[in-house]
T-cell receptor, first 115, second 112 residues
């Protein structure tokens, strides 16, 4: 069965620090990959997505992610975080060739940015 | 404005009392889905629907029912709620399966 692992459950950074959040998935075939953000008290919003092509994708608010097929990874990065980036971040995957029509989410990473 | 709406936003109920959480989208999306969010467990998919009258189980379907009689609506039904269904529920939709999903604001359910 497909699964998604986010190894960092809680991350605390100071403003201007660099961010990298890990995401690994288990499916060996074609995948679509997503990062969503959930600000306190709000619903999930899409940060970025990868379907095919350039493995380095850029999203909103200065976030980017790199798809490394050989490592089954899709890590999220931001060069310099701001206090307003305090939120929970979810990695998600679906697998078009798997025969199922589910989306699988990771357990999330809570990011706290100190001003 | 393109959006997914859910009602109610907050609900406190008692064990065994049937309830329905409504979900509606105005984007003519084919795919709709329900998730529950629990601390430390992330989002887990309950049910999804590929289109009208086409629904299937997600990873945690026990204790829930859904229906998709119209394209825009996808209600979640708890026939006999139990305390372990206390959670934050999100409805989501996407143009077609595989694409990015748009999420509703969430429904916080407490079952006592």
């Amino acid at each position: 069965a497909q699964s998604v692992s986010q190894h960092n459950h809680h991350v605390i950074l100071s403003e201007a620090a660099s961010l990298e959040l890990g995401c690994n998935y288990s499916y060996g075939g074609t995948v679509n990959l997503f990062w969503y953000v959930q600000y306190p008290g709000q619903h999930l919003q899409l940060l970025l997505k990868y379907f095919s092509g350039d493995p380095l994708v850029k999203g909103i608010k200065g976030f980017e992610a790199e798809f490394i097929k050989s490592k089954f990874s899709f890590n999220l990065r931001k060069p310099s975080v701001q206090w307003s980036d305090t939120a929970e971040y979810f990695c998600a995957v679906n697998a078009p060739t798997s025969g199922t029509y589910k989306y699988i989410f990771g357990t999330g990473t809570r990011l706290k940015v100190l001003a | 404005e393109a959006q997914v709406t859910q009602n109610p936003r907050y609900l406190i109920t008692v064990t065994g009392k049937k309830l329905t959480v409504t979900c509606s989208q105005n984007m003519n999306h084919e795919y709709m889905s329900w998730y529950r969010q629990d601390p430390g467990l992330g989002l887990r998919q309950i049910y999804y629907s590929m289109n009208v009258e086409v629904t299937d189980k997600g990873d945690v379907p026990e204790g829930y029912k859904v229906s998709r009689k119209e394209k825009r609506n996808f209600p979640l039904i708890l026939e006999s709620p139990s305390p372990n269904q206390t959670s934050l529920y999100f409805c989501a939709s996407s143009n077609i399966w595989g694409y990015e999903q748009y999420f509703g604001p969430g429904t916080r359910l407490t079952v006592t």
